[in-house]
Structure formats: structure tokens, C-alpha cells
């Protein structure tokens, strides 16, 4: 078996998985993931290596997850901060208060927002 080179950390392994698949249960290819999440375009063009090891596609989807979540609570700040009163459902347990000018965000997390 050839032995391939990861295009992430250069690192060799028998056992790779190929950059344009797509990541298991996330709908986008590993490219695109890494795209997104850094500043580098990946093309098959580019003629870099089309592989990944187990250890970094692990890193790609945590950096990628967290890059989704973040963006998801920077719309749901935004909003509360420009609509206080109206209703957000992005997620279960999310919502606003129609009296007081506080988020509840889940049972652990309230944001409270000075008059």
C-alpha cells in the first residue's frame, strides 16, 4: 500500500481520507471546511496532496463546528441587541422575555441587558 503524504501537517499514513469527500455527517467537503476556516484555497488544481489524516480532519470539523457556532451566536447577539422584544427560535430554550430585556439561552446561561 502507498504510504500518502496529509496535506495539513505533512504527516504520512497508509490510512488518509481524500480532502474532497465530503466530511461524515457534516454535508461539506473537507476543502471547503478548511477554506472556511482558514485563509488557503484548495482547488484539485492547486496540486498539493488530496489527503488528510484521521488527527487533522478531527482538527478541521472541531475549528469548523466551532466557526459555526460562533457565527450562529454572533446573529442571535445581534438580533437581541437590535429587536430585544422579539421571539428567536435558532434553537431550543432560546427566546426573549417580553418584560425584562433578558435572553434566556438555555437553563445554565442568562444575558441580561442594562436599561
Do not use: W
Not at 8 to 18: D, E, R, W
Not at 73 to 92: A, C, E, F, G, W
Amino acid at each position: 500500500m502507498e504510504v500518502q503524504i496529509c496535506r495539513a501537517c505533512l504527516g504520512t499514513s497508509p490510512a488518509m481520507i481524500n480532502i474532497f469527500d465530503n466530511a461524515p455527517g457534516l454535508g461539506i467537503s473537507i476543502a471547503d471546511m478548511i477554506t472556511q476556516c482558514t485563509p488557503y484555497e484548495i482547488s484539485k488544481e492547486d496540486c498539493f496532496p488530496e489527503n488528510i489524516c484521521d488527527s487533522c480532519l478531527h482538527c478541521a470539523r472541531s475549528a469548523f463546528e466551532i466557526r459555526q457556532t460562533i457565527e450562529t451566536s454572533h446573529q442571535i447577539y445581534l438580533q437581541m441587541r437590535n429587536t430585544k422584544n422579539l421571539p428567536v427560535n435558532l434553537n431550543d430554550g432560546v427566546g426573549f422575555s417580553k418584560t425584562k430585556k433578558t435572553v434566556h439561552m438555555s437553563p445554565l446561561l442568562k444575558v441580561v441587558f442594562p436599561e
